[in-house]
């Protein structure tokens, strides 16, 4: 069964804290991607990246960066939390080589800032 | 305009109705068009794919892609309450990331 683990379902950070969102998936997978969720603006793009030590920057970089040190595992790091990066955070894994039409996600983490 | 536009509802239907969710798009590059299905309090999960313009049938699912009007549609016929989630259509281009619309949150009333 595949799976795409995130490290916490619920955090709750201080602003100007450094937080880390780990995502590991255990499928081989080339690509991996950060997204965050919020109400009304549905799935937004942070990071992603197409192999190890690779990383692009998606629609909504600012304020985050990542990191692809091994293949399965895929780290959003938030530099100085602030209360608007109060969201869901979803990692997600996908096979390069074929159509990545298939993406599998996490659970999410909830990731409050106060 | 938008690259992909999807109502966000909420849509509210009793028990056996035929349900029918829709998105626009504008990207005529985009070569898959996708459905996820996502569980409250879960991550998205891929329902339906197709390639080309035509239906694809999967049980009580059926994805519609109407490519000339940039048009796509989710049916689920028979709806039952383990149906209501949040229907999110996403668009492939390349070897690029999904493109998803903001989702459409169904709930089916026993």
């Known amino acids: 069964d595949v799976k795409v683990t995130q490290s916490s379902r619920y955090l709750v950070k201080r602003t100007g804290e450094k937080v880390f969102l780990e995502c590991v998936q255990d499928?081989?997978?080339?690509?991996m991607f950060w997204y965050r969720q919020d109400p009304g603006l549905g799935l937004r793009l942070i990071y992603f990246?197409?192999?190890?030590?690779?990383?692009e920057k998606g629609d909504i970089p600012e304020g985050y960066s990542v990191s692809r040190e091994k293949k399965e595992r895929f780290s959003l790091i938030l530099e100085s939390a602030s209360t608007n990066q109060t969201s869901m955070y979803l990692c997600?894994?996908?096979?390069?080589?074929?159509?990545?039409?298939?993406?599998?996600f996490g659970q999410g983490t909830r990731l409050t800032v106060v | 305009q938008k690259e992909v536009e999807q109502d966000p509802g909420p849509l509210s239907v009793p028990e056996g109705a035929i349900v029918s969710l829709n998105c626009t798009y504008s990207?005529?590059?985009?070569?898959?068009f996708m459905w996820y299905r996502q569980y409250s309090r879960k991550g998205p999960e891929l329902l339906m794919y197709t390639y080309s313009s035509g239906n694809k049938e999967d049980g009580r699912f059926t994805a519609q892609v109407d490519k000339s009007s940039k048009y796509i549609s989710l049916f689920i016929r028979d709806s039952q309450p383990s149906d209501s989630a949040t229907y999110l259509c996403?668009?492939?281009?390349?070897?690029?990331?999904?493109?998803f619309g903001k989702g459409t949150r169904l709930s089916v009333i026993a």
């Open positions: 997600a894994s996908s096979q390069q080589g074929r159509l990545n039409t298939e993406a599998f």
């Open positions: 996403a668009f492939l281009k390349g070897n690029t990331p999904l493109v």
């Open positions: 990246s197409y192999d190890v030590k690779m990383k």
């Open positions: 499928m081989d997978h080339e690509n």
């Open positions: 990207n005529s590059a985009f070569q898959y």
